[in-house]
């Protein structure tokens, strides 16, 4: 889906995915993959990919009424499957959503985690200035080289007075 930068930061809402946003954030996931080329490889069945069965929660960001942004959070801890739409870009968006599913983590007493390809300039950037630290590296099975990120107790990520599920304040 094409569509113009927002000319100022526009008011967003980060609410539960529910199955209805399945195809939109299939759409989401596409629309990333070609710019970015993740995930990569692209999934065999997108959808399962989205919906993996070890989920604590999930999460869309919508922007006039479409699906700009998407997070998932697994009952481990780690925090997954987060992209923006390359239009909706630098508004803040992947702080919202990472600062839900952190929040999220917090309400079950997990440690949030995450894990990033070293080449992610763009994710690796969010996660520092989001007050994440990286905590080590491994080499996955494809050769790439991962970093390891955990949450810092007090980052701006992990708001100490976040609601602890459904965030509709955010609107
Ligand atoms: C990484 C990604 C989620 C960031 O989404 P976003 O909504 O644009 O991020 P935010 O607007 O919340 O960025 C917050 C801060 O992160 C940093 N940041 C984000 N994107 C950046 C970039 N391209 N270059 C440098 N810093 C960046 C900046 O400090 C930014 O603050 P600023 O805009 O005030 O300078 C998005 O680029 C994306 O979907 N990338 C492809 C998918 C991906 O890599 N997912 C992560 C897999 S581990």
Do not use: F
Request: proline share 9%.
């Amino acid at each position: 889906m094409q569509r113009s930068a927002p000319s100022s930061p526009p008011p967003e809402w980060v609410r539960r995915r529910t199955p209805a946003d399945l195809a939109a954030c299939t759409w989401l996931l596409a629309e990333v993959h070609r710019a970015d080329a993740y995930p990569s490889p692209w999934p065999e069945d997108p959808v399962a990919w989205l919906a993996r069965p070890d989920l604590a929660g999930a999460w869309v960001v919508e922007l006039e009424s479409a699906v700009a942004g998407h997070v998932a959070l697994t009952r481990s801890g780690l925090v997954t499957r987060l992209m923006v739409a390359p239009w909706a870009r630098r508004h803040g968006l992947a702080v919202r959503l990472l600062g839900v599913a952190v929040a999220r983590a917090d309400a079950l007493a997990l440690r949030p985690s995450l894990q990033v390809v070293d080449t992610r300039i763009a994710a690796i950037a969010l996660y520092e200035a989001a007050g994440w630290s990286c905590t080590g590296a491994c080499v996955d099975v494809r050769g790439r080289r991962l970093l390891r990120y955990a949450a810092s107790a007090r980052s701006p990520s992990a708001p100490a007075s976040s609601p602890r599920d459904e965030i509709p304040s955010l609107r």
